[in-house]
């Protein structure tokens, strides 16, 4: 069986997207609750790049359909049991520590917070300048151009410090920030990040959906 996720056992699911090749199926065992499809033949599909690619996309596209409804253990594409009854072994042993991560992100989702200096682009010493004009307009231009840099960083990383301060549950890899947040306060955030935009002039920042709470898992 290949598996997107896990879930609990009780968990009333919406009508279930198609998987990458088959149809959805649950398979559960006490308290917790496969969701997948018949075994795919990944080598096959590691031989085809192109097809590969659509696998992975895909694998995504259904945690981020379930997400919104259903609290999710996801699990990274690739992840398969070779049968039904390794798949029941597997969840009688993990099923205590399956329920207690499952408690622990109850109706939470992931988003995804990318920040970044904005390119500085000043314009060009004039062409009427000539000789030691010319120099000293250039001169300027690349001080002033590594002043403005360094206040943009520096707007990145305050940034950056509060929103680790106003959002405990995070995990933060290299330029992105990654927390974990009820769905209820999605749109909360969403008028934060307008009002970030708007107080950080020299940050990019890009806020994604509701995710699988890869980082949290």
Not at 63 to 69: D, R
Not at 115 to 120: E, R, T
Not at 177 to 189: D, S, W
């Amino acid at each position: 069986m290949y598996v997107y996720a896990f879930c609990a056992a009780e968990t009333s699911l919406p009508p279930l997207p198609q998987g990458i090749a088959q149809p959805l199926q649950t398979l559960g065992v006490a308290g917790v609750m496969a969701i997948g499809e018949p075994p795919l033949n990944l080598e096959a599909l590691q031989q085809d790049e192109a097809r590969l690619v659509s696998a992975v996309v895909h694998h995504d596209w259904v945690l981020c359909e379930l997400i919104q409804s259903v609290t999710l253990l996801p699990l990274r594409f690739g992840t398969q049991f070779s049968d039904s009854q390794q798949v029941r072994s597997h969840l009688q042993t993990q099923e205590m520590a399956y329920r207690n991560q499952l408690a622990a992100l109850q109706d939470r989702v992931e988003v995804c917070l990318k920040l970044a200096a904005k390119p500085v682009v000043l314009a060009a010493p004039s062409s009427t300048l000539k000789g030691r004009d010319y120099f000293l307009a250039k001169k300027q231009r690349l001080q002033q151009q590594a002043l403005t840099e360094t206040q943009q960083q520096a707007q990145v990383a305050q940034l950056r410090a509060d929103i680790l301060r106003s959002y405990p549950q995070h995990q933060v890899e290299d330029d992105r920030v990654y927390l974990l947040l009820h769905r209820g306060a999605i749109e909360q955030l969403q008028t934060q990040y307008q009002h970030w935009q708007r107080q950080f002039a020299g940050c990019e920042i890009q806020l994604s959906g509701g995710l699988p709470p890869y980082h949290f898992v």
